[in-house]
Structures are given as C-alpha cells and as structure tokens.
C-alpha cells in the first residue's frame, strides 16, 4: 500500500467535507473506498452523496488522465494525487 492524496475539487469537495485527505491504497479504485469510508466518519457528511459525486467524476492520477479505464487497474505509486474533478459547467 502507499499513502496517496485525493484531492477533491467543486461538488465533490463540498460532497467530501474536505478539500484534501492521505488515504492509504494501491489501487485508484481502493483510495475512493478509502475516501468514502473517511466522509462517513466525518461529522455533517453524507456518504452516499459523495458516492454519487464520485460516480459522475473525471480523475487524474499524477496529472494523467484515469480515463475508463476500471479503477482496480489504476495502480498507484506513494505519493500520488488523485485530483476528483466533477463535471464542471461547459466542460
């Protein structure tokens, strides 16, 4: 495993209750259950909204684009960052 950044951005931050968390995870797919398991300790935050968030979300992984490919597959190296874009307006 390594640590690793996510680092939430729009809806997904306010989803989050977060702006940034260190999550400990090999795989993109790990890290979002590490993320969601997080949001569901933190006071005031609705996990099942941030799953839903995560859903319709876009990720890069060290600056390079996740695309479709499945999140198991992602494998992440210590120090990575996982920047959670949800869809932006006219993007």
Known sequence: MA???LR???AAKEAAGVAEEKVDASTLAAAL???LAA???RAGVQADRL???LARCS????G???GTRPHESVVLSADSVIEVLP???GG
């Open 39 to 41: 949001a569901s300790d």
């Open 8 to 10: 939430y951005w729009a």
């Open 59 to 62: 990720f890069l992984v060290d």
């Open 51 to 53: 799953e839903l968030v």
């Open 87 to 89: 869809p932006f307006a």
């Open 64 to 66: 390079q684009q996740a």
């Open 3 to 5: 640590i690793v950044t």
């Open 33 to 35: 259950a590490e993320g």
